[in-house]
Structures are given as structure tokens and as C-alpha cells.
């Protein structure tokens, strides 16, 4: 069976990703939620700094040539959040922010390369952008996209 959730779950966990902020001590973590939490509520501009991890896409399998072992990679998108780009915050001083982000974010891996006993990262891909939408309002906020690659060894 899949551990899915607690790789899901595990990821939600860090605490230790954080940023360079005007409002929040560097140590305070980013608050996160999953999709079950944002069914359940409307997320407001105020709600940033945020993450939000969403489900993984389609799963790809890879079957080994030999024997009964198996590997799933989930793709995971971690969705950072920093604040609408049309609040005045300069790009440069934003982009500075993200960068900051995503090395905590990358520190934040090396600390929990395996999930799970039975997966590991494998990568990560960092998109940092001017342009994520928010919610239904689809307005524009700085952010960070990361994508992570999750090998998951099956029974």
C-alpha cells in the first residue's frame, strides 16, 4: 500500500522553511495547508505569507526487471505564497525574499531527504515568479512554485 499521505503529511510538517520578512521573525516558520484545509475555508490575501501543497499529479510506476519490486514517483507541487505583486513591494525586493525562500526550502530537503522509510526525494524544481494566481480572483502574487519528485519504493 501506498504511504502517500505520510509523505504528503511529512512534507506539510517542515518547519523549518522560512523567509526574510517585514512581518515575521527569519525563525518563524511559513504556515501551510493541504487541499483538504482550503476546501473547507476561502483564503484571503491577508492569509499570506502562506504554502499550500496540492495533491500529486499522476503518478508514474517503474517496475524493476527483476523480482517483485516496484517504485512510484509522486510529483508534489509546495506552492509558496509571499504577497499580491501589486502591493508595492518592488520586484527586486520580493525576488530577494524568494531566493531566501528557497534556500530555506532547499536546506528544509537536506534535513528530510527520506519522508518516509520508504521514499526519498529525488529532486526538486524551484520556479520563483511574479505571476501565481490566487484563488478565484485570480490575483497575481510573488511566489515560489516547487515541484519534488518523490520515489516511493512498493511491497
Request: charged fraction near 25%.
Amino acid at each position: 500500500m501506498s504511504q502517500i499521505r505520510q509523505i504528503y503529511g511529512a512534507i506539510e510538517g517542515w518547519d523549518t522553511i522560512t523567509y526574510d520578512s517585514d512581518v515575521f521573525d527569519s525563525d518563524t516558520p511559513i504556515p501551510c495547508r493541504d487541499l483538504d484545509e482550503l476546501r473547507e475555508t476561502t483564503l484571503k490575501s491577508n492569509d499570506a505569507p502562506i504554502r499550500i501543497l496540492t495533491l500529486p499529479a499522476s503518478p508514474t510506476f517503474e517496475f524493476a526487471t527483476m523480482g517483485t519490486g516496484a517504485t512510484a514517483t509522486w510529483y508534489i507541487r509546495d506552492l509558496f505564497y509571499l504577497k499580491p505583486a501589486a502591493q508595492g513591494e518592488g520586484l527586486r525586493k520580493a525576488y530577494e525574499k524568494l531566493v531566501n525562500y528557497a534556500g530555506s526550502y532547499m536546506e528544509a530537503i537536506r534535513a528530510n531527504r527520506m519522508p518516509t522509510t520508504k521514499s526519498e526525494i529525488e529532486s526538486a524544481e524551484f520556479d520563483l515568479r511574479s505571476d501565481m494566481l490566487w484563488g478565484d480572483e485570480n490575483v497575481p502574487y510573488f511566489g515560489v512554485e516547487v515541484t519534488l519528485a518523490v520515489i516511493e519504493r512498493l511491497q
